[in-house]
């Protein structure tokens, strides 16, 4: 069945027909999780925040003004709904030291060692963003991740475009330090 869009399927709902919406969740439903997964970095969690940004748009939907995309609304939702659960869990942050792996920890038999490469350099940035705050993960996730536009992010973010520039800066910087440590004591660790 062809997806007939957004906006089609909102205007359904408002009508009365509330099974319309099954459509935006299958349709919006691997990209929400996602975003909530790399702000919460735990799948139950984000599966809990997706459940709950779907059931908060879908409460809301009559306020959406159709002004921007509704995947960015939704977005929005998703940012306030994953930041609101990570402040009221205020979990404790993960040691660098936690880190277990090097990339001979990604090299099963038979794995190619540039796939084994590919997969412990993405660990990394998953740890390293784990151990930012929420805002930078959220942001570098819309960003880099969701390939949102700055505009976009700014809408979902409340944050000027300018600001999204220096934090995205300073995010990259940070992660980059992260790794830097973490490959170090890797290598103090292994010698």
């Known amino acids: 069945m062809e997806y007939k869009g957004d906006i089609y399927y909102i205007g359904e709902v408002l009508k009365g027909k509330s099974n319309a919406y099954s459509h935006i969740v299958d349709r919006h439903k691997d990209n929400v999780f996602n975003l909530a997964f790399r702000i919460c970095g735990n799948r139950e969690e984000a599966e809990e925040v997706a459940q709950d940004s779907f059931l ?15 995947s960015t609304w939704l977005y929005r939702i998703v940012y306030n709904t994953s930041i609101s659960y ?5 979990r404790g942050m993960i040691s660098i030291d936690e880190y277990p792996a090097t990339v001979k920890d990604f090299i099963a038999p038979g794995t190619p060692e540039e796939e084994a ?4 350099r993405e660990s990394l940035v998953n740890f390293a963003l784990q151990k930012m ?4 993960r959220a942001l570098v996730t819309l960003y880099y991740y969701d390939e949102l536009s700055s505009d976009e992010i700014s809408e979902i973010m409340n944050i000027s475009k300018s600001n999204i520039k220096v934090r995205l800066f300073r995010a990259r910087k940070r992660i980059s330090e992260i790794i830097e440590k973490i490959e170090k004591s890797n290598l103090i660790y292994h010698e």
């Open 56 to 70: 908060k748009a879908y409460r809301s939907l009559n306020g959406f003004r159709m002004k921007s995309r509704f």
């Open 117 to 120: 490469e590919s997969i412990y």
């Open 133 to 136: 705050s929420d805002d930078e």
């Open 86 to 90: 990570l402040r009221s869990k205020k």
